[in-house]
């Protein structure tokens, strides 16, 4: 197994937590994991989920509650369609009340690795 293939299902791991009705951003997920200058790497591992059913990768925006990932997904508003199936009022690919929303592991799993 590759090392990125080992911080890939860390990385899937705790995405898998991420409650419903909750996001979290790629950065937060890099600083849970000890590795706070990785936040590309996350975005690199989410878009490598997408046939991973169990990885609810739509819950993964960056810091500012933007989807930059939306182009990963199939369709043409796919991310945003699952987020609002879940209550998360998207405007012009942005999460309103990001901060009423947003997940941080490190408050939420201070005991999960």
Not at 17 to 44: D, E, H, K, N, Q
Not at 68 to 85: A, C, R, S, V, Y
Not at 97 to 103: A, L, Y
Request: aromatic share 10%.
């Amino acid at each position: 197994m590759k090392e990125s293939d080992n911080f890939f299902e860390k990385v899937y791991k705790v995405v898998r937590l991420i409650p419903f009705g909750r996001v979290t951003s790629y950065g937060a997920i890099a600083t849970f994991l000890g590795a706070a200058r990785s936040a590309r790497m996350v975005g690199w591992a989410m878009n490598k989920s997408h046939n991973l059913e169990d990885v609810p990768a739509h819950r993964v925006v960056n810091r500012k509650g933007l989807l930059t990932g939306k182009h990963h997904f199939d369709g043409t508003n796919l991310m945003q369609q699952l987020l609002e199936n879940e209550g998360i009022v998207v405007v012009e690919f942005q999460i309103q009340d990001f901060e009423k929303v947003f997940w941080n592991p490190m408050n939420e799993l201070p005991n999960l690795m």
